[in-house]
């Protein structure tokens, strides 16, 4: 169990540019989310995959925010034409079925967009 | 919808003493999953307790243990014999299906 990995661990960008994450899940794990979190807050729920398929984005997420999970293994969440409030940690985590079982989180992208 | 209400932003507690953190959560699933997380400063965050709501009996973890009342949809966790290494922000979570659902957090800060 290497646990679950996210790549980069900090990103700067400019306003307006693309910026791409990539989450890697603990390898067992079918189960896949993404959660934001701003200073002070407690993580809040985007996209949630059960392998490859995508069931459920929150309303949190514009057009601007895309995620994939191709072949049910590593994730990638995109933000295109990033806006100065954008910036926050992005948290990856994973979990096996059934849905109760506790998630297993990365230690996180921090993106900030000046 | 679901929702995790922590009240409590920050909490102190002496070394060695106990403390209490706080959660409500409000739904109306019958079967349900409640979690309270660590996440200590620039580190990812850990499962501290689980609780199944069809459970009575408290879910208990070495120092860790909750109060879990459901008819009050309340469920604390209390830290006993507090330790330097237990600061940190601490995340009550609620699960009915596959989407946890967070509460704002409580800061612990561990007085020596």
């Known amino acids: 169990d290497t646990g679950v990995s996210q790549d980069p661990r900090h990103k700067i960008t400019k306003r307006g540019q693309n910026v791409t994450f990539r989450c890697d899940p603990i390898?067992?794990?079918?189960?896949l989310y993404w959660y934001r979190q701003t200073l002070g807050q407690g993580p809040e729920f985007l996209t949630y995959?059960?392998?490859?398929?995508?069931?459920?984005k929150s309303r949190l997420l514009s057009d601007r925010f895309s995620a994939e999970r191709p072949k049910g293994s590593f994730s990638t969440l995109e933000i295109q034409r990033t806006e100065q409030g954008d910036s926050a940690m992005y948290l990856c985590?994973?979990?096996?079925?059934?849905?109760?079982?506790?998630?297993?989180f990365g230690n996180g992208t921090r993106l900030t967009v000046t | 919808a679901q929702t995790v209400t922590q009240s409590q932003p920050e909490m102190s507690v002496q070394e060695a003493e106990t403390v209490t953190l706080s959660c409500t959560y409000d739904?109306?699933?019958?079967?349900?999953?409640l979690f309270w997380y660590k996440q200590p400063p620039s580190r990812q965050m850990i499962l501290v307790i689980r609780?199944?709501?069809?459970?009575?009996q408290n879910a208990t973890e070495n120092r860790f243990s909750v109060n879990f009342q459901k008819a009050a949809k309340s469920f604390s966790l209390k830290i006993s014999d507090s330790q330097l290494g237990d600061a940190a922000m601490y995340f009550c979570?609620?699960?009915?299906?596959?989407?946890?659902?967070f509460g704002t957090g409580t800061r612990l800060k561990v007085l020596a």
């Open positions: 985590a994973s979990s096996l079925d059934p849905g109760n079982s506790p998630l297993h």
């Open positions: 390898s067992e794990h079918n189960r």
């Open positions: 995959f059960q392998n490859e398929a995508q069931l459920e």
């Open positions: 739904t109306s699933e019958s079967d349900y999953y």
């Open positions: 609780q199944e709501a069809y459970k009575q």
């Open positions: 979570a609620y699960t009915g299906t596959y989407k946890y659902i």
